[in-house]
């Protein structure tokens, strides 16, 4: 078992930016690959941003490719999402959640946090 603790999401305005952390417990990260999700009012969970257990490939949904940033330090046992030029629709719940396959669907992902929300205000 892995327990997963997601800290660093706020209040904040279109264009600023936040890193939200991932902290594992239980069991080594390296062990995992990562997944971001994000779960907005009335919608469906979806993907944000994945990396592999390596950290040597990420892979990003269209909607924050080249804004956001995953990133992992096995070493501390955390997994990071640099989240830059946020906008109004970027508002959620983001989850992290660790997995044996490197995917993009939620249902390949085993363990996941308690979700921190993140609010953008234009």
């Known amino acids: 078992q892995v327990q997963l603790v997601e800290s660093g999401g706020g209040l904040v305005q279109a264009g600023d930016s936040l890193r939200l952390s991932c902290a594992a417990s239980?069991?080594?990260?390296?062990?995992?690959?990562m997944g971001w999700f994000r779960q907005a009012p009335g919608k469906e969970r979806e993907f944000v941003a994945a990396?592999?257990?390596?950290?040597?490939?990420?892979y990003y949904a269209d909607s924050v490719k080249g804004r956001f940033t995953i990133s992992r330090d096995n070493a501390k046992n955390t997994v990071y999402l640099q989240m830059n030029s946020l906008k109004p629709e970027d508002t959620a719940v983001y989850y992290c959640?660790?997995?044996?396959?490197?995917?993009?669907?939620?249902?390949?992902?085993?363990?996941w946090g308690q979700g921190t929300q993140v609010t953008v205000s234009s």
């Open positions: 959640a660790a997995g044996y396959t490197y995917s993009t669907m939620s249902q390949d992902y085993d363990y």
């Open positions: 239980g069991r080594t990260l390296s062990n995992y690959h």
């Open positions: 990396i592999r257990s390596s950290g040597r490939s990420t």
